[in-house]
């Protein structure tokens, strides 16, 4: 034994409870944008850390043999190590951050005083996405408040409506007679097209069909291309629909999507070491810059992250730029969240087993190669959470523990780290992240993500690419099935642990420590499996358009009568107005700035204050500009950990 202890149970919780005391008062005095407090706290984690994964490596693990409860005892603790190892790496790359704003305002101001600013094509790429998806895009491409700019929607389904809705409006259409390489294949063959015209733009910005630039996206991002190492500039995904967790349980407004710390916290880190990457959507590229790696590279699924790794062998870098300057579609429903995730789990591989990739060879430094290393333990630490979830049940089925220790040293060692770990985590990422609702974000995605590493082990290239499915009918309930048993599956088997631990005709009258912690372990399982379990039940949403949260002066008439009204929410086919009441008069109308006057129809009761717009296509189109000119706040940015705790209970008793 190398580790020892004489503490009793007393002392062991008294120890506990003044960790984490400490660590919530210095997650409440510290500033995680001062570098001392981020170092202060991050030897802490790490001490931690490194403390309790040596106690598990040295004091915890049988001797080894073939036997089945010694392999599950290696196999918990080899899933442990890696979670362990990515947290480690995590607080290492947090030591530092970046903020580009102050160099991307003296960047606006030149570009304002400059006679000639350089040129931009706009690549809008499509596929199966419905034209209300799409035109959020397209529209707030055009009201991009910049000088030299061309906006070409990539087609690659090759929609004749598409075409001729393009002709329309006066953009650009771009299509291709198949679609090899999936999203690259388009993206190159469009670099293609823009390279044999007769003006060829200096910068290329790429959006997704889903995600609308605020007018000012390019006068924010160009100024930063003065450093000539710089190849690509990227800017954060933002959404300004709920996802499919924040949606079901309720918590739109209290709970941040899962990607917020990424883009928020952990980019803005990379970045200060020159390893921030490429996120597929709303970034600049210099066209010089992907000519010369001979376009748009498709040998992995996240043809993005590859684009910042080819560039870097090249010695070019990725500029991270922290700030809203578009909004998206998130993910709708569970299949597509999982389908999403799968797709960056399997393109990250993909990238380490390239022949010239990171993982192995290649010309990257240390720190890049270490960074993707990170990544890459992020998919890989995913079969842990399964781990976590079926253990205690396995104990008490079949009487063979993960976990051979001293209770007592594990609620020193463990429970401490896991106290400082939550404190550090939504102190660095400034309330990004909750207990609880953060582990049912990564236990949704846990068994997908699983299987799809063991078939990558078995065939990692050759599977084809899957978009994210967006826009369709969500009027309904929904259950995704396979995930919800799954999880249905967890619940009750840890629930009927419990209750035949302790209420079974041969219960001891007393807990040996050992059945103390599976007791307590199997309770969190039963939290997080059927918190997960809610999330599966999927709730209807809005119609084909969700309404944004804004403030907007406007006036309501009828019968000839005009007043002073508010708009709370606004989309292209209603509007909120507070207190207002529709009577069905001929003229009545709602005037919108800088829109006109809306014809409205009645509500479908007379209390409802949603009124439902019947806009001109000009109207229709301006109302989009409205909408999109300045990234909207329609979800939350920052995590409320009480009432999301309220929002959860009244989900799961509604």
Known sequence: MFFSSDDDLFDVLTFDVVIAACAILFALLADPKRTFDRVAFSLLMLSSLGLYISWRALDTLPPFDLSADVLWNYLYFLFEAISVLYAIGSVVILLRTTDWSADADRGERELAAAEHVPSVDVFICTYNEPLN???????SAQALNYRKLRVFVCDDTRRPEIRAYCERIGVNYVTRPDNKHAKAGNLNNALNHTNALAEVSDFIMVLDADFAPQANFLNRVIGLFWDRKVAVVQTPQFYFNSDPI??????????VDDQRVFFDTFQPAKDAVGCAFCVGTSFVVRREAVNEIGGFPHDALSEDMLLTYRLMERGYVTRWLNEKLS??????????????RTRWCLGTIQIGLLRNGPLWRGNFTLTQRLHYLHGLFCWLSKPFILCLLLAPSIYWLTGVSALQA???????????SLFIFWAYSTWISEGRTLPLFTEVTHALTAVPITIGLFQAIRKPFGRPFKVTEKGGDRSTIRIHRPTALFFGFVAAMSAFSVIRAVYDW????EFSARECLNLVWSSVAMLIAFTSLICCIELPRFGQEEPIEMTIPAKHRANGRVEDVTISALSTEGATVPGLTVNGAEDEAVFIPEVGWVQIGPSPTPSVTQLSLSPTPDQHNAILRLLFRTAPDNVAEKGDLRRSVHMLLSRAFS
């Not at 041969?506 to 009258?509: K, L, Y």
């Open 133 to 139: 998806i799409l035109e959020k895009s397209v529209i």
């Open 246 to 255: 924040q949606h079901n349980l309720g918590i739109r407004r209290s709970f």
């Open 327 to 340: 909004v998206g579609l998130s993910a709708e429903g569970i299949p597509e969240y999982i389908t999403q």
């Open 406 to 416: 001293d209770e007592l040293l594990f609620m020193k060692y463990g429970l401490s």
């Open 506 to 509: 041969d219960a001891p009258s």
